[in-house]
């Protein structure tokens, strides 16, 4: 516990962790049963090119899904690309821009203009309302983003596209192991697409999947995935190298074994949270509906700008001298990175929403690596940033050397 703004990590005091807590840890099963599939396929010699983990891993998402088809990919951003390529996305497309980089780099990739959407500021996700004053001649689908795992407002979007005659996809890289109004993930829309990466609830080493209830669909997306061969020395389309490996197969299957294990760390961890940081002026943790299933894989603080002159950039700051690692999740916006920036400088005017979010949201370290303890301490630290936020921003102002401390945060760590 911090007794004065002097024991602060930030005017020099001792941090509170002596190691860095990171937003994104791997999540890792049972080591013992990892190794053992390693050495099954070094002694099989069938390394890639749909292995028998492969096949089984498809097998286990389609079981924990219910959605009939399941393809295995490298990584999310390729099983995305694939997906909109197979579901025949061109000229326009409407996502939003409040997401991880990939979602429009795998539109903007094949040559397809993101068109930037607005959310709803409480729940982060598409406004479906924003999405329909989007829709042009030029326009051919939809891609939602289940944000933080909680599901898009898929009944809405769904008539939208019905309506108009567009396609509906969904990024669900956040989403695995949740539902929506009882049925899991991976079956809404055209087709979800799911991620696999180290810092994902489930974890593949890379890895992603195109869930979809579409048989021609998930054929067009088997055959993109390699090379566009139907047959044997026949191909018929335009394909690519989206396979996943035996060896990231085998870390599927495993990490999918501890998803219960995982999931209870997880919403422990977000239990311990809101208890803890509950009444503090100015903050709110983002909720989790606890009726449907959830991975609760994200910690998401939303900071008032204004609150007691501490703001969200400021409360990191401190967070990161006693150590913690807490993430500006999704800084500053797609539509401020390039090359969209330069494509579409006056994209910010329709989405006042992100703008404001960008600012405010801040994701706190969870998962199997840390527990109740380290969370109380962090909460500690949080409450008295806030109470002593006066003392603390008026010797700032007085030394002011913080300006320009660089955020150090690693891509490894976190997506
Ligand atoms: C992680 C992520 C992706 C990309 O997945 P990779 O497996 O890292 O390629 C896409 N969209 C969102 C929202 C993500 O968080």
């Not at 810092?199 to 055959?223: H, I, P, Q, Y």
């Not at 047959?231 to 074994?257: C, H, I, R």
Request: hydrophobic residues 40%; charged residues 20%.
């Amino acid at each position: 516990m911090k007794a004065s703004v002097d024991e602060l990590a930030i005017f020099g005091g001792r941090p509170a962790f002596p190691e860095v807590l990171h937003v994104g840890r791997p999540n890792i099963g049972d080591r013992g049963r990892l190794l053992d599939r390693i050495n099954d396929l070094l002694d099989r010699r069938w390394l890639t090119n749909n292995g028998p983990y492969l096949e089984e891993f498809e097998e286990q998402l389609v079981k924990l899904t219910g959605v009939p088809h399941c393809v295995a990919m490298c990584n999310g951003t390729v099983a995305l690309e694939i997906a909109i390529r197979a579901a025949g996305l061109a000229q326009e497309v409407i996502v939003p821009s409040f997401t991880f980089v990939a979602t429009p780099h795998a539109l903007q990739w094949q040559g397809i203009t993101p068109v930037f959407c607005d959310v709803d500021p409480h729940t982060h996700l598409l406004d479906p309302c924003r999405v329909e004053e989007l829709i042009t001649p030029r326009t051919t689908g939809i891609i939602g983003v289940h944000l933080w795992g909680r599901p898009c407002r898929v009944g809405e979007l769904t008539e939208i596209a019905r309506q108009h005659g567009l396609r509906l996809l969904f990024d669900a890289a956040h989403a695995f192991g949740c539902s929506h109004q009882g049925s899991m993930i991976g079956g809404f829309g055209d087709a979800e697409v799911f991620s696999f990466h180290a810092t994902k609830f489930v974890n593949s080493f890379e890895g992603g999947a195109v869930a979809t209830r579409d048989g021609d669909l998930a054929t067009r997306v088997r055959m993109m995935r390699n090379f566009g061969f139907v047959d044997y020395d026949q191909v018929s389309y335009v394909g690519t190298n989206g396979k996943m490996t035996e060896v990231a197969a085998a870390m599927g299957l495993t990490s999918l074994e501890s998803m219960a294990e995982f999931t209870a760390a997880n919403q422990q961890n977000y239990h311990r949270y809101l208890t803890s940081l509950d009444g503090i002026p100015g903050l709110s943790l983002l909720t989790y509906d606890e009726e449907e299933r959830c991975n609760y894989q994200y910690v998401v603080l939303e900071v008032d700008q204004g609150v007691r002159r501490l703001g969200r950039d400021l409360l990191q700051q401190i967070l990161q001298a006693e150590n913690v690692f807490a993430r500006r999740y999704f800084y500053p916006g797609c539509h401020r990175m390039e090359p969209y920036r330069s494509y579409f400088p006056s994209a910010r005017l329709l989405l006042p929403q992100t703008e404001r979010l960008v600012e405010r949201v801040l994701s706190l370290p969870t998962g199997t690596a840390i527990g109740p303890d380290e969370i109380g301490t962090i909460c500690d630290i949080v409450r008295f940033a806030v109470s002593s936020a006066p003392e603390i921003t008026e010797r700032l102002a007085r030394s002011a050397p913080l300006e320009a401390a660089p955020a150090r945060e690693r891509r490894s760590e976190g997506t």
